[in-house]
C-alpha cells in the first residue's frame, strides 16, 4: 500500500486549501480514508475519516471547516480545508484501514501504511 499526500502549502488566515491523497495497492471501496496532523513537539492526531458507506467524522477543532470526501474510481481521497487558522499548521497525513472511523480517529487503531505527508501552514 502506498499513499501520496499532495496539495499543501501556505495561505493566511481564513483561506482555504484542498488537500488530495492518493492510494494504491488496495481496492479502496471498502476501506475507510482518514486525514492525520502533526504539529511541531505535538502527538500525531485524528482530524476526518469517511468510510466505505461515505458516512464522515471529524475532529471537534474542525467540525464546521474541513469537508472529506473519496473518489472510489480514482483510488483518491481529499480534504477541504476552508476557515483556517494558526492552529491548523502541520504536516498533513493520509490513511486507508478497514476499521471504523472513531477507532481510526482516535488512534486506537493506528494505521499500518503512511505517506509522507503534506505540510499546511497557516499565518495571522
Known amino acids: 500500500v502506498q499513499l501520496v499526500e499532495s496539495g499543501g502549502g501556505s495561505v493566511q488566515s481564513g483561506g482555504s486549501l484542498r488537500l488530495s491523497c492518493e492510494i494504491s495497492?488496495?481496492?479502496?471501496?471498502?476501506?475507510?480514508i482518514a486525514w492525520y496532523r502533526q504539529a511541531p513537539g505535538k502527538e500525531r492526531e485524528g482530524v476526518s475519516c469517511?468510510?466505505?458507506?461515505?458516512?464522515?467524522e471529524h475532529a471537534d477543532s474542525v467540525k464546521g471547516r474541513f469537508a472529506i470526501s473519496r473518489d472510489n474510481d480514482k483510488n483518491m481521497g481529499y480534504l477541504q480545508m476552508d476557515s483556517l487558522k494558526p492552529q491548523d499548521t502541520a504536516v498533513y497525513y493520509c490513511?486507508?484501514?478497514?476499521?471504523?472511523?472513531?477507532?481510526?480517529?482516535?488512534?486506537?487503531?493506528?494505521?499500518?501504511?503512511w505517506g509522507r505527508g503534506t505540510q499546511v501552514t497557516v499565518s495571522s
Open positions: 490513511a486507508a484501514e478497514l476499521a471504523r472511523c472513531s477507532q481510526l480517529l482516535t488512534l486506537s487503531i493506528f494505521p499500518g501504511n
Open positions: 495497492g488496495l481496492s479502496l471501496r471498502h476501506y475507510a
Open positions: 469517511i468510510d466505505g458507506s461515505r458516512k464522515t
